[in-house]
């Protein structure tokens, strides 16, 4: 049964350190930023963040990264925050880069029970290989890489094995609710939120409008809410845009 709580501080007042969370979005569209901000006031530690992306130095999960509170971050691609920039330098973050199509297929292959698949993408580099930067020391020198993966060639193509991902829990953004815990998305805002929600132990839901059951039309339904334990309704969204300064270069 999913459970309508009053405010995002409340949703989340259980969350331990330590834990991998998962947050939808791609950029800073359907990210959970209400829950994200929530989860900076209680203070965790030492989490491992998966998302596409970390967000910019003052918003999305870059919030949680300017508080440290991120140890370690699973995402395709980072480009956009300084903050994560330095202190992946500096020794501070541990990062495990993924191509962003293996990224999703292995959440979503968490979700549906699924412990490892194979994939052709990343053959013949690091990310089959090994080798690849994780983690400087903060001398820049690299202290740890990524471990070489299992391949296997199925008719003549070599793939590579890739693990499936899933975590304790998840953070995803939606459009409406149902008092059920049913969720619509809204065009592009769906991304990655969908997969995250049937991955993780416990899925709390951030929505612009909840409404009663049975008011929503079951084909419109894109997360079912068997996936949904929790259910906020969030307060005067801002709509961002993603885009990283040029610095000049002497």
Same mark, same amino acid.
């Given at each position: 049964?999913?459970?309508?709580?009053?405010?995002?501080?409340?949703?989340?007042?259980?969350?331990?350190?330590? /834990?991998?969370?998962?947050? &939808?979005?791609?950029g800073?569209?359907?990210?959970?930023?209400?829950?994200?901000?929530?989860? /900076?006031?209680? &203070?965790?530690?030492? %989490?491992?963040?998966?998302s596409?992306?970390?967000?910019?130095?003052?918003?999305? %999960?870059? %919030?949680?990264?300017?508080?440290?509170?991120?140890?370690?971050?699973? @995402? #395709?691609? /980072?480009?956009?925050?300084?903050?994560?920039?330095?202190?992946?330098?500096?020794?501070? *973050?541990?990062?495990?880069?993924?191509?962003?199509?293996?990224f999703?297929?292995?959440?979503?292959?968490?979700?549906?029970?699924?412990?490892a698949?194979?994939?052709?993408?990343g053959?013949? #580099?690091?990310?089959?290989?090994?080798g *690849?930067?994780?983690?400087?020391?903060?001398? &820049?020198?690299?202290v740890?890489? @990524?471990?070489?993966?299992?391949?296997?060639?199925?008719?003549?193509?070599?793939?590579?094995?890739?693990?499936?991902?899933?975590?304790?829990?998840?953070? $995803?953004?939606?459009?409406?609710?149902?008092?059920?815990?049913?969720? +619509?998305?809204?065009?592009?805002?769906?991304?990655?939120?969908?997969?995250?929600?049937?991955?993780?132990?416990?899925?709390?839901?951030?929505?612009?409008?909840? +409404?009663?059951? &049975?008011?929503?039309?079951?084909?419109?339904?894109?997360?079912?809410? %068997?996936? /949904?334990?929790?259910?906020?309704?969030?307060?005067?969204?801002?709509?961002?845009?993603?885009?990283?300064? $040029?610095?000049?270069? @002497?």
């Amino acid at each position: 049964m999913t459970q309508i709580y009053a405010s995002a501080d409340e949703a989340v007042a259980d969350i331990p350190d330590g /834990v991998t969370i998962l947050a &939808g979005g791609f950029g800073l569209c359907g990210i959970p930023e209400t829950l994200i901000a929530a989860l /900076v006031r209680r &203070g965790v530690k030492g %989490l491992t963040a998966v998302s596409n992306n970390a967000g910019v130095d003052d918003f999305g %999960l870059g %919030l949680l990264l300017q508080t440290r509170q991120i140890a370690k971050m699973i @995402s #395709t691609y /980072v480009g956009e925050n300084d903050t994560f920039e330095r202190q992946f330098l500096t020794g501070e *973050l541990e990062v495990e880069l993924v191509p962003q199509g293996t990224f999703a297929e292995r959440i979503r292959a968490g979700g549906a029970g699924i412990p490892a698949f194979f994939t052709p993408t990343g053959f013949g #580099t690091q990310i089959a290989d090994g080798g *690849l930067p994780m983690m400087p020391d903060a001398d &820049g020198q690299v202290v740890k890489t @990524s471990e070489p993966k299992e391949t296997r060639e199925f008719d003549g193509t070599p793939y590579v094995m890739e693990r499936a991902i899933t975590g304790d829990f998840a953070l $995803v953004k939606a459009w409406k609710a149902d008092e059920a815990g049913n969720l +619509v998305y809204h065009r592009t805002a769906r991304n990655f939120n969908p997969m995250m929600a049937t991955a993780a132990k416990v899925t709390i839901a951030e929505v612009e409008e909840i +409404v009663p059951a &049975g008011a929503l039309d079951p084909d419109d339904i894109h997360t079912p809410g %068997l996936f /949904v334990q929790r259910l906020i309704k969030g307060e005067a969204y801002e709509k961002r845009i993603e885009q990283r300064t $040029v610095r000049a270069r @002497s």
